[in-house]
């Protein structure tokens, strides 16, 4: 069955380092992927989405490029924001029908100023 | 503004009582789901609905039920069958298209057993 790998954490960065988050994930066919991001006691937004093969999202400085190759989705920051602290969560879905959604355990992120 | 409300945002309850957590959606979304959150696990789905009057049990079912009487509603009962059911609940959204994929989420309800 489909599954998502990312490290637990938590990842604690200065103010203004760069960020990396890694996602690898095991499912046939193509899905479609996406990071959503948890602030403390809030539900999930989604960061951004990729569907197919080579493309990149991006949003709010994050990117993630669907790497096929290495089946990896990894989440980058160029300069990272105390405001950025949260939980961030890669996951996969298909698209029609039932859209199960896999998602991962969630890395938790600390910035410090 | 369109969007998922959750209410109550905490709420405790005592052994042995069923509790009913509510999901409201105003963005004429066709699916709803509920997921539990808990610490190191991720999300684990619970149950969708597809469409009004149809659900489906997720991955964790027991101890839960549903009702979808209304496309804007999807409230979870978490019955005392639950056996360990303090955690973080969230409720999904989605439009049923084949183009589609996405899900948007409510702002979750924590629940105590106390």
């Known amino acids: 069955g489909d599954s998502v790998t990312q490290m637990e954490g938590p990842v604690t960065l200065s103010e203004e380092a760069f960020l990396t988050i890694n996602c690898t994930y095991t499912?046939?066919?193509?899905?479609?992927l996406f990071w959503y991001v948890q602030y403390p006691g809030e539900g999930l937004q989604l960061l951004l989405k990729?569907?197919?093969?080579?493309d990149k999202g991006s949003n709010k400085g994050f990117e993630a490029t669907y790497r096929k190759e290495t089946t990896s989705f990894h989440l980058e920051k160029g300069s990272v924001q105390v405001s950025d602290s949260a939980v961030y969560f890669c996951?996969?879905?298909?698209?029609?029908?039932?859209?199960?959604?896999?998602f991962g355990i969630g890395t938790k992120l600390q910035v410090i100023p | 503004d369109g969007g998922i409300t959750q209410s109550p945002k905490y709420l405790f309850r005592k052994e042995g009582q069923n509790v009913t957590l509510s999901c409201e959606q105003n963005l004429n979304h066709d699916a709803m789901y509920w997921y539990r959150q808990d610490p190191g696990q991720g999300l684990r789905l619970i149950y969708y609905?597809?469409?009004?009057?149809?659900?489906q049990k997720g991955d964790i079912a027991e101890g839960y039920s549903v009702s979808r009487e209304k496309k804007e509603s999807f409230p979870l009962t978490v019955t005392s069958a639950q056996k360990n059911p303090t955690a973080f609940y969230l409720c999904?959204?989605?439009?049923?298209?084949?183009?589609?994929?996405?899900?948007?989420f409510g702002p979750g309800t924590r629940l105590t057993v106390l």
């Open positions: 499912a046939t066919g193509y899905p479609s």
């Open positions: 996951a996969l879905s298909r698209r029609g029908g039932y859209q199960k959604v896999t």
């Open positions: 999904a959204s989605s439009i049923q298209a084949p183009s589609t994929d996405t899900q948007y």
């Open positions: 609905s597809q469409i009004v009057n149809d659900f």
């Open positions: 990729a569907t197919k093969a080579d």
